[in-house]
């Protein structure tokens, strides 16, 4: 195991470093926005132009690198990051921010990608399990740190933009300095997702609901955190506590709906987040211990709804069309996340900061609902044809590359080779 990580330790830095200026970026542009005295609903349009942004680059970005390689396009997409941070201090603007914001959104899925595409070529069917675990773990500990440096600084002040653009910066050294051979060109994966909610409606429609939600929290979480009061570093902890909330029982809800119809656990994964959202709403901020045992609450399904998804889309397809099925969830939820900052934001100007969390609620409460009538139309699929869930990451942004790192792309995933899984995928 040890080996196996030092192999590809160049690459885990280089996604440490990638990620910290993620993390530091995705709160600070929020915070800033807010003492700009800009409207919510401009800092939705920041949060939409990046998301944009991002789910394009999943369809540009391997068509770049078939053509001039994997360490050019690095190099040029860390290097337009870094400029689109540099920018954010040098120009205020709202509609200026919107464009260097989607600049950001576009550079970091690329680089992702090529990220991705490299740990991929390192590992084998052996360690791919141990290894998209800690690459896992490596994100998440990454976007945390880069949200908790906020607080160390003034965000009307330059410095952190700064800070944000030299983080982005180290990224590139350990890829761009290695000996390694490039890997293969990244997978340009062909989305038919008609064909998907014909095989799984209940996977597509969650996913929608649950790139509707992960942006809403994302993008404007800190706008709510900064309206009611709360410092740079509760601010910081309220989004780092339910990123933990989620790491910590994506496991046990998993292995619920190993053992029973996956909807069923989508219900009620649905009610504990209407149940979060309402303790909020009801509460505020006031009680910190209350509103941080609600932002716990509500992490344990924000993220892993998506994982959900996943599992319950490959219920309902074959061992070899994993990446396929995993990359059209990817580009619905890609397509949500740029719907959701708007409506959101929209809501929250009207009525208030806490419509942030009504319009989760009410997002939670559609996602139960579908869940349970899809249940009255469909029986859930033999326990031969049902695959296995795997824990993601905590993460708002993913991109068609994990999938091809995931556990799961093997075809022979599951079968008897001495892993410790569930069903066996022959009968799939």
Same mark, same amino acid.
Request: glycine share 8%; net charge neutral; with cysteine.
């Given at each position: 195991?040890?080996?196996s990580i030092?192999?590809?330790?160049?690459?885990?830095?280089? !996604?440490?470093?990638?990620? !910290?200026?993620?993390? /530091?970026?995705?709160?600070l542009?929020?915070v800033? #926005?807010?003492?700009?005295?800009w409207?919510?609903?401009?800092i939705s349009?920041?949060?939409?132009?990046?998301?944009?942004?991002? !789910?394009?680059?999943?369809v540009i970005?391997?068509?770049l690198?078939?053509?001039?390689?994997?360490?050019r396009?690095?190099?040029?997409?860390?290097?337009?990051?870094?400029?689109?941070?540099?920018?954010?201090?040098l120009?205020?603007?709202?509609?200026?921010?919107?464009?260097?914001?989607?600049? #950001?959104?576009?550079?970091?899925?690329? #680089?992702?990608m090529i990220?991705?595409s490299?740990?991929?070529?390192?590992?084998?069917?052996?360690?791919?399990?141990?290894?998209?675990s800690?690459?896992m773990?490596?994100?998440?500990?990454?976007?945390?740190?880069?949200?908790?440096?906020?607080?160390?600084?003034?965000?009307?002040?330059?410095?952190?933009?700064?800070?944000?653009?030299?983080?982005?910066?180290?990224?590139?050294?350990?890829?761009?300095l290695?000996?390694?051979?490039? =890997?293969?060109?990244?997978t340009q994966v062909k989305?038919?997702?008609?064909?998907?909610?014909?095989?799984?409606?209940?996977?597509?429609?969650?996913?929608?609901?649950?790139?509707?939600i992960?942006?809403a929290?994302?993008?404007?979480?800190?706008?709510?955190? !900064?309206?009611?009061?709360?410092?740079?570093i509760?601010?910081?902890?309220?989004? #780092?506590?339910?990123?933990i909330? @989620?790491?910590?029982f994506?496991? =046990? /809800? @998993?292995?619920?709906?190993d053992?029973?119809?996956?909807?069923k656990?989508?219900?009620?994964?649905?009610?504990?987040?209407?149940?979060?959202?309402l303790?909020?709403?009801?509460f505020?901020?006031?009680?910190?211990i209350?509103?941080?045992?609600?932002?716990?609450?509500?992490?344990?399904?924000?993220?892993?709804?998506?994982?959900?998804?996943?599992a319950? *889309?490959?219920?309902?397809?074959k061992?070899?069309?994993?990446?396929e099925?995993s990359?059209?969830l990817?580009l619905?939820?890609?397509?949500?996340t740029?719907? @959701?900052?708007?409506?959101?934001?929209?809501?929250m100007d009207?009525?208030?900061p806490?419509?942030?969390?009504a319009?989760?609620?009410?997002?939670f409460?559609?996602?139960s609902?579908h869940?349970?009538?899809?249940?009255?139309r469909?029986?859930?699929?033999?326990?031969?044809?049902?695959?296995d869930f795997l824990?993601?990451?905590?993460? =708002?942004?993913?991109?068609?590359?994990?999938?091809e790192?995931?556990?799961r792309?093997?075809p *022979?995933?599951?079968?008897?080779?001495?892993?410790?899984?569930?069903?066996d995928?022959?009968a799939?």
């Amino acid at each position: 195991m040890i080996q196996s990580i030092r192999s590809v330790a160049s690459l885990l830095i280089s !996604t440490f470093f990638l990620l !910290t200026a993620m993390g /530091l970026s995705g709160y600070l542009i929020p915070v800033r #926005a807010v003492a700009e005295g800009w409207s919510t609903f401009t800092i939705s349009l920041i949060a939409t132009g990046y998301a944009i942004a991002f !789910t394009a680059s999943c369809v540009i970005t391997p068509r770049l690198v078939l053509r001039v390689g994997h360490v050019r396009v690095f190099g040029a997409l860390t290097t337009i990051m870094a400029m689109s941070f540099l920018l954010h201090s040098l120009i205020v603007h709202p509609a200026v921010w919107v464009l260097t914001r989607a600049l #950001a959104g576009f550079s970091i899925a690329g #680089a992702y990608m090529i990220i991705e595409s490299w740990l991929n070529e390192k590992v084998s069917n052996e360690n791919r399990g141990a290894l998209f675990s800690v690459y896992m773990v490596v994100s998440m500990a990454a976007v945390m740190v880069g949200q908790y440096i906020v607080p160390f600084g003034d965000p009307l002040a330059p410095t952190l933009f700064m800070i944000c653009a030299l983080i982005c910066s180290l990224a590139v050294m350990p890829t761009a300095l290695s000996s390694a051979q490039s =890997p293969q060109p990244l997978t340009q994966v062909k989305f038919d997702i008609p064909g998907l909610y014909r095989r799984s409606p209940a996977a597509v429609i969650g996913t929608l609901i649950a790139g509707l939600i992960a942006s809403a929290w994302g993008g404007l979480g800190p706008v709510y955190a !900064t309206r009611l009061g709360l410092s740079t570093i509760e601010g910081a902890s309220m989004l #780092a506590i339910a990123m933990i909330g @989620g790491a910590i029982f994506q496991y =046990p /809800l @998993g292995r619920a709906s190993d053992r029973m119809d996956r909807r069923k656990v989508m219900i009620f994964a649905g009610f504990i987040g209407i149940f979060a959202c309402l303790v909020t709403v009801a509460f505020g901020v006031e009680n910190r211990i209350v509103f941080f045992a609600g932002m716990l609450c509500l992490g344990t399904v924000l993220f892993p709804i998506y994982s959900l998804n996943v599992a319950h *889309a490959n219920d309902h397809a074959k061992p070899d069309e994993f990446v396929e099925v995993s990359s059209g969830l990817m580009l619905v939820y890609g397509c949500a996340t740029m719907v @959701g900052p708007l409506i959101t934001g929209a809501a929250m100007d009207w009525f208030g900061p806490h419509a942030l969390f009504a319009a989760i609620a009410i997002c939670f409460a559609a996602y139960s609902a579908h869940a349970a009538w899809r249940i009255s139309r469909r029986e859930q699929p033999s326990e031969e044809m049902r695959s296995d869930f795997l824990p993601m990451a905590a993460l =708002p942004d993913l991109t068609p590359q994990t999938a091809e790192l995931d556990p799961r792309s093997d075809p *022979a995933y599951g079968e008897d080779t001495g892993e410790d899984t569930s069903p066996d995928r022959d009968a799939a």
